[in-house]
């Protein structure tokens, strides 16, 4: 299995534009993660999926973020309009159905640059 | 309380030392204790994880000790090599739960 793909793996845009970030999670993982890294806040969960279907997104920032899910091997993430604050690697994770003692598997990441 | 409180932020170990990575955790409802590794440029992976039925387990050089009346659970990795140094990161969650709460992460130096 190729693993988690993260697409792309750099961004670099201006302020005021749309990011479009993508995901691929390992086949049969019915668990979805999207996290944020940045140096100041660590690894933040913005939201999760199980078949699909949103079950917390309480760790999105705020309305310029979205994320979506329609099927099972695609995700994104897009933020409209991005901001430079928003600049930080960004990872997708899948795990299978969870029973408490299974691994999400993290994506290499996607590092975000708004400038 | 959802945090996981990650000690300390920086080590810096000689080859062949002892690293010792602390976490506690406010919700005694967490029932699951992973410990991710992440190398620079890559995703955080899982490196070992313990439940609370349990005060300690063991995989190869990496042990997890686990104190459940004072809610705090360490990661020591014996004979710290130079190829150990990554990001270290502890996490719990509930198995009823499917998201982990991971902490601020520990950045591990080992000196040759």
């Known amino acids: 299995d190729a693993g988690v793909i993260q697409s792309p793996r750099h961004e670099v845009t201006e302020m005021g534009q749309e990011v479009t970030l993508r995901c691929k999670p390992i086949?049969?993982?019915?668990?979805l993660f999207w996290y944020r890294q940045t140096m100041m806040r660590g690894l933040e969960l913005l939201i999760y999926?199980?078949?699909?279907?949103?079950?917390?997104d309480s760790g999105m920032p705020e309305d310029r973020f979205s994320a979506k899910m329609p099927n099972a091997s695609f995700s994104t993430l897009k933020i409209q309009p991005s901001e430079p604050r928003d600049s930080a690697v960004y990872f997708c994770?899948?795990?299978?159905?969870?029973?408490?003692?299974?691994?999400?598997?993290f994506g290499p990441g996607t590092r975000l640059t708004v400038l | 309380q959802q945090q996981v409180k990650q000690s300390p932020q920086s080590l810096i170990v000689q080859k062949g030392g002892i690293s010792i990575i602390n976490c506690a955790y406010e919700?005694?409802?967490?029932?699951?204790f992973p410990w991710y590794q992440q190398f620079p440029g890559k995703g955080p992976a899982l490196l070992i994880a313990i439940r609370p039925d349990v005060s300690e387990k063991k995989e190869g050089r990496f042990t997890i000790s686990f104190n459940k009346s004072a809610k705090q659970f360490s990661l020591h990795i014996m004979d710290s090599q130079p190829g150990d140094s990554a990001t270290y990161f502890c996490?719990?969650?509930?198995?009823?739960?499917?998201?982990?709460?991971f902490g601020k992460g520990t950045k591990l130096s080992v000196k040759p």
């Open positions: 919700n005694t409802a967490f029932d699951y």
């Open positions: 994770a899948s795990s299978l159905p969870w029973r408490g003692t299974d691994t999400q598997y």
């Open positions: 999926f199980n078949n699909n279907v949103p079950i917390d």
């Open positions: 996490a719990a969650s509930r198995r009823s739960q499917g998201n982990l709460i």
């Open positions: 086949s049969g993982h019915d668990y």
